[in-house]
């Protein structure tokens, strides 16, 4: 076709007849246009495509031709001929417009581009073209026109055509290329023409005719490309070439043109000018709102790239491409929502949360791109427009990630307009850098199954549980190696036999009994037993679990080795009702074959039980070491045992108790056989080491009798009757006596009394005068505690004191004493003249001096009474100085220090040494009562006193008390031997401290004697 129109153009040159070149015009522009009525026509036999390019590109050249052809045939100009040529220009200018539509859609870069060049050109045409026909004095006003108009009829069709082109460059749109062509070509020799004034040059038309032919033949006008947009890259030599136009075009023109009408070439470069910079500045601010656009689309795909990186599943993938596609977007009134399902349905969430969450069907599901194509726009109106409720003229961009099993995970993003190519382009980025993601996840999903399943075979095969797989009948199918140990056969040999094979025979009934538990869909567990090659059987802790599965119809067991467990619970049973050191019955043991031995009984009696305590064991186990201790408690087991019948059990309660329960005892006298039988037996010397020791027992017997209530009763009384025998002596036995609980009682009661009575100020001192034997004058006053029993009435100190240094309380006691009698001392010693040097006398008891704080005590109380230390005296039981307590000797020379006055009270009573006496620093002795009692009836009574009374001027100490008078005899024989102080009934009762002024007055006469200190004289003593 084009070398028709070159062969026509060749024919106009050749030509040289203007009738002939009409009429080669005349049928080139026919024919174009019934050409190109005919293949538009062809392409577009449904008239699904805009056949208005087609109508006006055939006008056009129709009206080109012919207004050229009218014009050689001699028509003046200006004149009606000029119409057709006039009218063709803008008739080609709309084909192209109509054209482009299906091409080019909001491209604001290439419009801009083409007015640059149309600005351009018309500068140039109107300085070229235009000015020298204003200039021209003979042209009429109607030539100047018409003659002005051809150059703007073709600078339209240059601007549209420009528009066009630089919508398309880039592309590989042949037809708009073509049409491109023809026209530009057309054009060119249009403008050649009118410069050169050779109209000739005009024939190139012919050509641009054939051309437009084959541009609407082509096939890319039936099925146009898609749609160019405006945010495709702009290439550097085009924003080059263009800037460039844009700056020296103007300068050029005005440097190459002749001056003419100065004022008129000034305005329209000028103007031309200013319209190229303005249009320039909006180029170049577009370029940069477009750089902006594009920085921030990488930063968004960069931030994007990075969240889909680190997201941990498929849910964390997509609300990061989400989040991403609504940033690409960047649309204010964007809405989104995401898409989870399941099986059991699929529900989208808006991510604002204002609507309730909707089901999406499986139509609608489909709608979502599969495969690579992970994000796609979706236009309305649509299904999902109406299931979101989101207006059909708006765009869905929808984000799915591929289908992995029955889930279902994407997203949707409602826009009002269709997102600009290069946010697509930035979104299908953002779809490969999902699926980038999504196959890292399915990678790591992959790597931590593989790792998973092999974790599973090596724990399979290194499990110390046995895990073994049966089917439906029983039969191992599958089994781990842990069996071997347990069974003692490898597990290949175990596979197809029957798992009750391996139970054992009394166990396979319960076996059987989980597995019917089993197959009730929940695990059964239970213990069994466990046949093993070597013929010891395992214990095993067995868990059945049914399994219903395409792959097993079945069981799973799993069984954990107990075997040591087992073992263990037996020892620990044995370790808990056993004594480790003998393997007797522990006291739990004992306790419990009492209980059953009174059980049997019916309360009738019949049985008994033994404590049995080894005397003086400390000893051994200081002397010999507590390995001899250990071995003659074993000993003593063995002697146990050997009086005891068959049915008799023997304990060991701890340290060296014993207790011995006796069943079928007849009588009283069958246990006290026993008891003699275990004397006689302990009697004999043990061999501990190569050392020889003998030592003996204490025995308690309680038999029981009808109505003993519980074991712990039995076992109280035998403790009692223990104690009792030990109190007689020990090496004996005793049985026990309803007098004996009477008495705990008694003693635990006034335990908790006398605790009370120290708070609630029960606790008296009384006051003994000591006296002058020869004058009868008061010396000084001994403290003696009383206590005033709301029950029990007043009590003396032999009836409490005992329990207080056995319960510790002798301690506040003892300071309450001392602290009373000093405040009460200074203060008759500070009363009564003649008293000023009175004496008063604090015992101190053996456990009192054995506490380190009895020296404190007593400066604390010397310090608080403001007393004269010298007027007190601390009397100490003569029982508690002996020799080796280094300690006591020590706390008696501190307490010497204090001043105070130390005597030694019952004197004679005890073992003391001589040569320990002499060590001691005390001042005074106290004659024991024992010996003033035995005045004057025996000669050696007085021997005795009279030696006490030596000895202790030998030793120089400077006083000797003689107490316990308690009648006239005893006082005149303590006067011939030499005695000068006493205390007794018979010279003064102990008073309370109301009476201690009156008698130190000389106003009342307490005690037996006849006498009164303050009115006796000379002449009235004894003689002597």
Partial sequence: MIGVGMALALTYVLVPVDAGRALL?????????????????????????DPLPGWFLAAGAALLGTGQAVGLLGSPSPSYADLPRLLAYPTLAAAVITFQRDRVRHDRDSLLDALVVTVAAAQAGWLVLVAPVLDDPRSSLAGTLVAATYPLGTLLVLAVGARLAFAVAGTRDAAAWLLLGGLGVGVTAEVTAAVTDRSVITAAWFVAFSVLVVAVAHGA???????????????????????????????????????GDAVTRGAVVVGGATLLFGMSLIRISSLLGRLRRALRREHVLREATASLVGAADRGGVRDAALTAA??????????????????????????????????IDAAELALFPDGDEAISVLPGPSMLHATLAVPSANHLVLV??????????????????????????????????????????????IMVERRSERRLRLMLQYASDVICILDHDLTVVHVTPAVEPIVGMPAPELLGMNWLDVVADEDRGAARDLVSLAQGGRPARGEMRLNNETGRMRHVDAVITEVIDEDLMGFVVTCHDITERHELEQQLTHQAFHDSLTGLANRALFRDRLGHAMARSRGTGGYGVLFVDLDDFKNVNDSLGHAAGDSLLREMTGRLRTCLSQGDTAARLGGDEFALLLEDVKDDEHCQDIARRLLLAMAEPFDIAGTEVTTGASIGIAIGHPGSSTPEDLMRNADLALHEA?????????????????????????????????????????????????????LGLEALLRWNHPRLGMLGPAQFLTLAEETGLIFPIGRMVLQTALRAAVGWQNAHDGHQTLRIAVNVSGRQLQDPSIVGDVKAALSASGIDPSTVVLEITESV????????????????????????????????????????????????????????????????????????????????????????????????????????????VPMPAEQVADFLSGLSRPGDGDWAPTARRPDQLPAV
């Avoid at 826009?415 to 980038?436: F, G, K, N």
């Avoid at 109190?727 to 705990?744: L, P, R, S």
């Avoid at 073992?911 to 003033?932: I, M, N, R």
Wanted: aromatic share 4%; with cysteine; glycine share 8%.
């Fill in 25 to 49: 015009w005349a049928g080139a522009g026919l024919g174009t246009a019934a050409a190109v009525l005919v293949l538009g026509r062809r392409a577009n036999p449904d008239g699904q495509l």
């Fill in 221 to 259: 006008t039936a099925a146009p490309p898609p749609l160019v947009g405006a945010d495709r890259p702009t290439s550097t030599w085009r924003f080059v070439v263009l800037l460039g136009l844009a700056c020296l075009v103007s300068p050029v023109l005005v440097l190459t043109q002749p001056a």
């Fill in 326 to 359: 609504t940033e690409l977007i960047d649309n204010a009134s964007a809405r989104a929502w995401r898409i989870d399902g399941d099986p059991g349905g699929t529900v989208a969430q808006a991510v604002d949360d204002i609507d309730v969450a909707t089901f």
């Fill in 400 to 445: 799915a990630l591929p289908v992995r099993g029955p889930a279902r995970q994407a997203a949707v993003i409602a826009v009002e307009q269709q997102p600009s190519p290069r946010t697509m382009d930035a979104l299908h980025s953002l779809a490969s850098t999902m699926h980038l993601a999504l196959e890292r996840l399915d990678v790591g999903e």
């Fill in 726 to 778: 030990k109190n007689a002596g020990k090496n004996c036995f005793t049985v026990f006596a309803t007098t004996m609980h009477e008495e705990a009682l008694a003693k635990l009661s006034l335990t908790s009394d006398l605790r009370h009575a120290i708070e609630r100020q029960q606790l008296i001192v009384h006051y003994q005068p000591l006296v002058a034997l020869d004058s009868g004058r008061v």
């Fill in 881 to 988: 100085l002996l020799p080796g307590e280094t300690d006591t000797v020590e706390r008696l020379r501190a307490l010497s220090e204090l001043g105070v006055q130390l005597y030694i009270d019952d004197f004679g009573t005890s073992y003391s040494s001589l040569a320990h006496l002499q060590t001691l620093p005390v001042d005074g002795l106290k004659l024991a009562q024992e010996f003033v009692a035995a005045l004057p009836d025996t000669a050696d009574g007085s021997g005795m006193v009279s030696t006490i009374k030596n000895l202790a001027e030998t030793l120089g100490l400077s006083a000797v008390v003689a107490e316990g008078i308690e009648r006239p005899e005893e006082w005149t024989s303590l006067l011939k031997l030499g005695y000068s102080v006493g205390q007794g009934f018979h010279l003064a």
